[in-house]
């Protein structure tokens, strides 16, 4: 190749590389990427900036521009595998704070040494990164300096930003549209307004919507205590996708058996979610206030506001309204406001055996000390619990045995030591987290089936729902919002009347949407009544 032709083609090469690191996509369900084939305008409008630049080109190649341009492509990164992988866009205001503790649970799951060579693979593909935008740009700008490339980048540019201009601002079907890639500024632009929306002087409280009422005397329940469970990332796909549901099958048919001998009934629906993949607390307040929260900037509303909750509305009625929270380690203020009793974190549960991954202490041991702390004792007020699961989070390992005599639970030495050796050892794998997924709600149903047996001669009402779908990497694309809802209770008119407000009998929901989370509050006061 003789050093014209080359002078001429390595521009071209430099501009297809940087192509290219602006339109990749997502390889679901993994954080890695695959190229594609469409065009960048953010690109041509760059090579259009350079252009105007004339005499500072060269300078600006070698040092602004690369760097501006390693901070779309990491923007390109997150934009394409947050929804990839929790099937939603990352909030860098709000997402960046849960960080530290996703770094933490990320150490249980995977060895030490494989985070500290994960860092550093990071931060020298960094510097590998700005190296090559670096030559990149350099060849780029060297090319705008020959008279015989200059006007055919400038022309190709123009003529690229004029038609993404005119497919994006024209209704017009266009027979041979030109694919571009999603630009990346937007997403930046986004992330802005997330912050500006909640810094002084920008910040506002959302008001909260109307919910529904919740007076009443809660005769329906009969006096019965009440344990709602939000069970973590219980979602419709372990009912849509065979691979999930195939291995589900005994786990749930323990369950239905357990509700069958211990003489209850069991109606279940779908319950869409207002949050998905993660995000719980959106899906707590929602159903215990009745007010629909879809976004940290209406949480912050409702939090602010004098909205009656169900821990309320129970209390009013006659009964100690008590959380059990497995995963709390520090303060909690939100407990004020829901107006619970007691609230039983971390530390409260005394929890003395070996910790499964970062949440530690094992669905089975939270029940069986609720038990002990709060559901003995014939002549007492009737509980309502609200109680979120911690085993069925991601990265949904590793999962404790299940231990079928209950008296064992509390005990420090309840686990068969080759037994937790084996759950310790079985870490989930990251890049496929559905078997991991599968095997904790496994785990999850068989507990709620040990403790149905284990409250078989008393009147207790449990409430099962899950608070979102899993991850997006283990849902697929395109997922819906919805979970499965299932309460077991004694037959009669609380059973009933669900029914009548269309649940089914039976643990698995039809595939219809019932309602919203927000508007299941109705329906379930009216059952208490």
Known sequence: MSRSLF?????????????ASLTFVNVWPTPRIRWDSALSVELAFAVLLLAAARSHAASLARTIVPAAWLVLVMGRYIDVTGPGLYGRDFNLYWDAAHLGNVAAMLGEAVPGWLLVLGALTVMIGFGLAFVIARAAWTSVAGGLSKPTLRPALIGAAAVLVSLHAAQALTTLRWPHAVPFASPVSPAYAR????VLAMAPPFRGTPAPGDGPSMDGPFRGLGGADVVLVFVEAYGAVTFDAPRLADTLVR???ALAAAVHDAGRAVVSARIASPTF??????????????VEVRDQYAYVGVMASTRDTLPRAFRRAGYQSVAVMPGLRQAWPEGAFYGFDRIYGRDALEYGGPRFGWWSIPDQFSLARLDALELTGASREPRFVVFPTSTTHAPFGPVPPYLPDWSKVLAP????????????ADR??????SPSYARAVAYALTTFAGYVREHAADRSVLILIGDHQPVAAVTGPGASHDV???????????VDRLRTAGFVDGLRPPPRTLTTMHGLVPMLVDAFR
């Open 413 to 424: 030495d309840g686990f068969d030591a080759s037994a937790a050796e084996r759950a310790l």
């Open 484 to 494: 499965p809802m299932h309460v077991i209770a004694e037959p009669g008119p609380f």
């Open 428 to 433: 989930p794998d990251l890049t496929n987290l």
């Open 251 to 253: 786990p749930r048919a």
């Open 7 to 19: 002078d001429r083609a390595l521009p071209l090469a430099s501009l297809a590389l940087l192509n």
């Open 277 to 290: 993949g993660a995000s719980s607390w959106l899906a707590h307040l929602t159903l215990l206030t009745g």
């Open 191 to 194: 992330q802005v307004r997330y």
